[in-house]
Nanobody, 123 residues
Framework: QVQLVESGGGSVQPGGSLRLSCQSA????????MGWYRQTPGKQREFVAT???????NYTDSVKGRFTISRDNAKKTVDLQMNNLKPEDTAVYYC?????????????????WGQGTQVTVSS
C-alpha cells in the first residue's frame, strides 16, 4: 500500500524554524515529483513548494527565501526546511506526490496525500 507519512510539525514563535519530513512507503519514489501544500480553516489547500524528479524546485512567492524543499531518493523522503516563520505560515502541512515526474497542475496537486501535520507560529 502506497502511503506518505509526515512528521516534524509543532509550535514555534515568529522567526523560528521547523523542519518537516515526509516518508514514502510502497512506491517508486524517485520517478515522481513531490510537494508540500498547506491548508488553513475555511481556505483551499495551497501549494507551498515542489521538487521534480530531477531536483528542480518551485516555491510560492510568500515562502521564497525562507523555505527550502529537498529530497533523498535513497531514503524516499522529502523535507521542508522552514526558517523565519511567520504567523501567516500557521496551517496544516501536507506532503503530496505528483502523478508524474513534474507537476502538471500545481493548484490540484497529485493524487497521493499524507495525513497532514500542524504548524503553529505564534508568540
Amino acid at each position: 500500500q502506497v502511503q506518505l507519512v509526515e512528521s516534524g510539525g509543532g509550535s514555534v514563535q515568529p522567526g523560528g524554524s521547523l523542519r518537516l519530513s515526509c516518508q514514502s512507503a510502497g512506491t517508486i519514489f524517485g520517478f515522481y515529483a513531490m510537494g508540500w501544500y498547506r491548508q488553513t480553516p475555511g481556505k483551499q489547500r495551497e501549494f507551498v513548494a515542489t521538487i521534480t524528479f530531477d531536483y528542480k524546485t518551485n516555491y510560492t512567492d510568500s515562502v521564497k527565501g525562507r523555505f527550502t524543499i529537498s529530497r533523498d531518493n535513497a531514503k524516499k523522503t522529502v523535507d521542508l526546511q522552514m526558517n523565519n516563520l511567520k504567523p501567516e505560515d500557521t496551517a496544516v502541512y501536507y506532503c503530496n506526490r505528483a502523478d508524474s515526474p513534474i507537476y502538471t497542475n500545481l493548484e490540484r496537486g497529485g493524487g497521493l496525500w499524507g495525513q497532514g501535520t500542524q504548524v503553529t507560529v505564534s508568540s
